[in-house]
Antibody, heavy 121, light 107 residues
Framework: QVQLVESGGGVVQPGRSLRLSCAAS????????MHWVRQAPGKGLEWVTLISYDGSDKYYGDSVKGRFTISRDNSKNTLYLQMNSLRPEDTAVYYC??????????????WGQGILVTVSS | DIQMTQSPSSLSASVGDRVTITCRAS??????LAWYQQKPGKVPKLLIYAASTLQSGVPSRFSGSGSGTDFTLTISSLQPEDVATYYC?????????FGPGTKVDIK
């Protein structure tokens, strides 16, 4: 069965960096686009970033462009999110999510359990 | 950027009621529209994609319709386990905007 397990969250001071990981299993990781989606406490869902199945294309939401970097290691079945210059408004549960098909512009059929990132001094 | 709106923001209905949630895009998105269900404290779950295609395993009381800018999610007979927040999402381009959500409760 498909499993997505996030790690690397925690409390970080404003301006600092953090790297999230998402370990994937149960499907051919190298065949699907992967996303990060976040949800601030008590708020709705916000798409953060997409990486294509082979890592050649990356897209970012306006609120994180220039600060966050998505990457993947298909040999390790792992997705990453490097978050730099963190702000208090980046505080959220971060989910990794799998695209439903090889096509980049597709909905998300599996989600991880999420990992909390808190940006606070 | 295309904005997504949903109405109502919340609703309360009785078990067995027909419930309809509306999602509107600020520009046409053809049928590149998905619906997700997020139960309290849980992970979002894909219900419908391509505006009207039911994801595998989703009960048939859920249905979707629409194209262009106006879309609806219908629950034909509300069940207690349907208490959740429902989000629409556009995916016509690589900016996957979600709607603000509609919270559904049992009256």
């Amino acid at each position: 069965q498909v499993q997505l397990v996030e790690s690397g969250g925690g409390v970080v001071q404003p301006g600092r960096s953090l790297r999230l990981s998402c370990a994937a299993s149960g499907f051919t990781f190298s065949s699907y686009g992967m996303h990060w989606v976040r949800q601030a406490p008590g708020k709705g869902l916000e798409w953060v970033t997409l990486i294509s199945y082979d890592g050649s294309d990356k897209y970012y939401g306006d609120s994180v462009k220039g600060r966050f970097t998505i990457s993947r290691d298909n040999s390790k079945n792992t997705l990453y999110l490097q978050m730099n210059s963190l702000r208090p408004e980046d505080t959220a549960v971060y989910y990794c999510a799998k695209g439903i098909s090889r096509i980049a512009v597709a909905p998300f059929d599996y989600w991880g359990q999420g990992i909390l990132v808190t940006v606070s001094s | 950027d295309i904005q997504m709106t949903q109405s109502p923001s919340s609703l309360s209905a009785s078990v067995g009621d027909r419930v309809t949630i509306t999602c509107r895009a600020s520009q046409g998105i053809s049928n590149y529209l998905a619906w997700y269900q997020q139960k309290p404290g849980k992970v979002p779950k894909l219900l419908i994609y391509a505006a009207s295609t039911l994801q595998s395993g989703v009960p048939s009381r859920f249905s979707g319709s629409g194209s262009g800018t106006d879309f609806t999610l219908t629950i034909s007979s509300l069940q207690p386990e349907d208490v959740a927040t429902y989000y629409c999402q556009k995916y016509n381009s690589a900016h996957f905007t979600f709607g603000p959500g509609t919270k559904v409760d049992i009256k």
